[in-house]
């Protein structure tokens, strides 16, 4: 009467599998998840985690110091601290190996932060590795309003334009002194850029010299130096830096 049904061969039957409790995942549904194993792995995660933060939140601030949502000071500030944080974890080699480079972590997480990219190459605030002025014209153009002009010297007291002088004089005697690595001549230099900021805001020659500096040690590593070529060329540019200076004092 009726053709007896034949099951495919793909189709499941009650009978297709039989489990192996031997070979079951024996996991607990109740039981927390642990991503590392011990308190080491755990601070490394925790410090990448960091890391990433204050990527996500730098380049955040980036975009509200552009939209002059933020003073200057208030800029300077929460940028200088988020540096020193983003640092202050990669000083650790265990957490810089895990951290490999900022390119390769940001396609590891799918980021993309291109102001905070910018701000980390540079290793400083815009308000300082930029003329003052500088700034404000990114921010007029953004906002529609007009720039001011650049300031001359006069309006500098006189013990700001001595520290400016001491910290260049100061920064040549470590070169000279043989002091060459990163950890030793970028704080240096970068009290160079901040005291003459506060002297000038002109473009005086020589000025790009000191951010190309400062952005080429940001990317070396903490203890790794200068060769005698390097230091040399630094010496001769930053003389000439602090030659076109003291142009602008006159």
């Known amino acids: 009467m009726y053709a007896t049904s034949r099951q495919l061969p793909y189709a499941p039957t009650p009978y297709s599998y039989t489990p192996n409790p031997s070979l079951a995942a024996k996991i607990n549904l109740d039981e927390e998840v642990r991503l590392t194993s011990n308190p080491a792995e755990r601070d490394i995660y925790d410090s990448l985690a960091e890391i990433y933060s204050v990527i996500v939140t730098l380049d955040g601030l980036e975009k509200s110091y552009i939209k002059d ?6 800029y300077t500030e929460t940028c200088s601290r988020l540096l020193k944080q983003y640092k202050s974890n990669l000083s650790d080699e265990t957490v810089s190996r895990a951290f490999v480079d900022l390119e390769t972590f940001k396609r590891i997480w799918d980021m993309e932060c291109p102001r905070a990219t910018e701000r980390l190459r540079v290793g400083l605030p815009a308000t300082i590795s930029h003329a003052s002025t500088t700034a404000d014209i990114h921010r007029a153009s953004y906002s529609g309003s007009t720039a001011p002009t650049p300031s ?13 002088t ?3 004089i100061t920064f040549l005697d470590a070169l000279k ?10 704080p240096l230099l970068s009290e ?4 003459v900021n506060k002297v000038t805001d002109r473009d005086f020659q020589g000025r790009g010299k000191i951010i190309s500096w400062l952005i080429r040690l940001n990317g070396m590593r903490a203890t790794e130096e200068l060769g005698e070529a390097e230091a040399r060329e630094l010496i001769f540019e930053m003389e000439g830096a602090y030659q076109g200076f003291k142009a602008t004092l006159n």
């Open 192 to 195: 160079v850029i901040q005291s």
């Open 69 to 74: 949502s933020i003073t200057e000071s208030e």
């Open 152 to 164: 001359s010297s006069s309006n500098a007291t006189g013990s700001q334009i001595l520290l400016a």
């Open 177 to 186: 002194l043989g002091l060459l690595s990163k950890d030793q001549l970028h």
């Open 166 to 168: 001491e910290n260049f």
